[in-house]
């Protein structure tokens, strides 16, 4: 209930914000008209609609922005045409007619009013502006969509964008009440009710302009909005969120820490070290609790096994509990799983194993510690000194030279730094090393249909059923299946011998997580790029020849780019059956 409410609130601040600026034309233009049969009508479309297409993108990943894409440039059409009829009533009735007819045959048939003109344009015209106004949720939005990537779809899900788009509703009703009575005295005073039609008219026509060329989200965005995001994230920290993490890892590739750094002594203070509490099982060490580590300078890590990010990031992670654990550092890295198979025990003890990670690790499976750090992101890092006290924040990968020197700051605040040496550089390879950031043109792609995107197989997605896939020439970033397999949620699994995986892209490095059959059998694969064996291009989990094997569910790097990076098209073809593809990544 308490989320229900703060997410009205949000809703109601969102006119506060300038991302709402475009919307504006769209409801002034209702002004002066009945509010029952035209303007309620039109914020309730706005209101349905944006809860409508946010559900979609919590439902679907990828294939559902896409969607909320062409719903926008289908609203960028009818906005066009709503603001030419203003300019020209003569054109508004040629173009009005199929529509008007149409709908008073709905009308008659459902025993309405015959007034649909008025009522009926009002709600095309707020389902239009709500597609448009979908991308301005703010900060409610990511809570919710945030939630939804761990959980799916649900009522909650839709029940909390419904309680937003009421609460901007509210306040776009109250302007616009406002708004209308103010139009109807000019137009009483100066008798100029047409050209006011036109001026509105012109007002939509701009504000679909600047929609059309990005200016919406290109220079209102660049306006200052921090007093209502402020706000709207204050309403936010008064709750715990049940979100959970942004399954788009590769997204998470952030350079930058959420505070900036400070002179030692000056870091501040950004809460309180929240429980440890909840842990299915702890690896490496018994259970730890805050009372134990009070004294302690803590560094909490939250990854997941099979994430690249996570995998580059490791190397560090380990380094700096090798050179600091003398000195008062405890480094704690807390599993939060993405898919089912990262929820074993014995999968993560395994890639525990693989990374030589000897410092102690808390399997939270059911993301209670996620929650209770209220986290997002993989990998993220949290810096606790020994007060037991948030004094910094890293999310993503990169920047480890500064998390070092927060690390260095806080033991030399609990008077056991030693010296300040140099930063530690692990010597990486294969997956482990440094991304290409100047040359990734690709990024994470699912393979699952729960976030399955850019599939170019001719043959339709059949969910959860086997079905004989054909190759596809793909274009850029886009994969095929061929061969027999079952596409499940979160994974695609091949069903006979022979069946292929086909993606065009462009990065140096690519990866792909798989796991061997139901029955653990080994299941040999080769590669090609562009037709051939990779040779001097291949991967660490590969040979020249492009063969490889897979044992065990984790990512395999399949390709590394010799010399100059290029656009490729990447194929393994499996020599057994049952194995399971799950998603690319690349650096």
């Avoid at 998470?252 to 909840?278: H, Q, T």
């Avoid at 792609?445 to 599939?455: E, H, M």
Wanted: with cysteine; aromatic share 8%; charged share 15%.
């Amino acid at each position: 209930m308490a989320l229900l409410v703060i997410s009205y609130l949000a809703g109601v601040l969102t006119i506060l914000s300038p991302c709402i600026l475009p919307v504006l034309p769209f409801v002034f233009a209702r002004a002066g008209r009945p509010f029952v049969s035209s303007m309620l009508p039109m914020l309730a479309g706005m209101a349905l609609t944006f809860a409508g297409v946010a559900t979609l993108a919590a439902v679907g990943g990828s294939w559902a922005v896409h969607a909320n894409e062409y719903g926008r440039y289908t609203a960028i059409i009818l906005l066009a045409v709503f603001g030419v009829t203003l300019v020209s009533p003569q054109l508004a009735t040629v173009l009005t007619r199929p529509v008007v007819a149409f709908a008073n045959r709905l009308l008659n048939s459902t025993g309405g009013p015959t007034s649909f003109p008025t009522a009926g344009g009002a709600i095309i015209l707020g389902i239009a502006t709500g597609l448009l106004w979908a991308p301005c949720a703010g900060p409610i939005l990511g809570l919710v969509l945030t939630g939804a990537a761990l959980q799916g779809a649900n009522v909650q899900t839709t029940l909390l964008l419904l309680a937003y788009s009421a609460g901007a509703a509210t306040s776009l009703a109250l302007a616009l009440l406002i708004g209308g009575q103010a139009f109807a005295v000019m137009k009483g005073s100066l008798g100029a009710g047409e050209w006011v039609r036109r001026a509105l008219g012109i007002a939509v026509l701009c504000g679909v302009a600047a929609i059309g060329l990005g200016a919406d989200t290109g220079i209102l965005t660049r306006l200052s909005s921090s007093g209502t995001n402020r706000i709207e994230q204050a309403l936010l920290n008064a709750v715990k969120p049940t979100a959970a993490p942004d399954m788009s890892r590769d997204s998470s590739m952030v350079l930058a820490g959420s505070s900036g750094m400070a002179s030692r002594s000056d870091l501040p203070v950004e809460g309180k070290f929240p429980s440890l509490d909840g842990a299915v099982e702890w690896l490496n060490s018994p259970p730890l609790t805050n009372e134990q580590l009070r004294g302690k300078v803590v560094l909490i890590d939250f990854w997941t096994y099979s994430c690249i990010n996570c995998i580059r990031t490791v190397p560090y992670v380990r380094a700096w509990s090798e050179k600091y654990k003398d000195q008062g550092l405890v480094v704690i890295g807390v599993h939060a799983p993405e898919f089912a198979f990262e929820k074993k025990i014995d999968n993560v003890k395994k890639a525990i194993s693989d990374f030589q990670i000897t410092y102690p690790v808390a399997i939270d499976n059911n993301f209670k510690i996620w929650r209770a750090f209220r986290n997002s992101y993989w990998p993220a890092h949290y810096f606790i000194d020994a007060k037991g006290q948030i004094r910094y924040q890293h999310f993503g990968e990169g920047d480890h030279d500064k998390s070092e020197k927060v690390i260095q700051d806080l033991l030399a605040e609990a008077g056991s730094l030693k010296a300040e040496n140099k930063a530690i550089t692990p010597d990486l390879s294969g997956a482990q090393a440094a991304p290409d950031l100047g040359n990734i043109g690709s990024s994470e792609t699912y393979i699952g249909y729960q976030r399955a995107s850019n599939f170019a197989s001719p043959e339709a997605v059949k969910s959860d059923a086997p079905l004989n896939y054909t190759a596809a020439e793909p274009g850029l970033n886009e994969w095929g299946l061929s061969g027999n397999w079952t596409i499940g949620p979160e994974q695609a699994t091949l069903n006979r011998s022979g069946g292929a995986i086909t993606y065009r892209f462009r990065a140096r490095d690519l990866h792909l997580v798989l796991g061997p059959s139901a029955d653990g059998k080994p299941v040999r694969f080769q590669v090609t790029v562009d037709g051939r064996a990779p040779a001097e291009s291949h991967g660490s989990d590969i040979d020249a020849d492009g063969n490889g094997t897979v044992t065990q569910t984790r990512l395999y790097q399949m390709v590394r780019q010799a010399g100059d990076v290029k656009e490729r098209t990447f194929e393994v073809r499996f020599l057994d059956p049952g194995v399971e593809a799950f998603a690319f990544t690349f650096g």
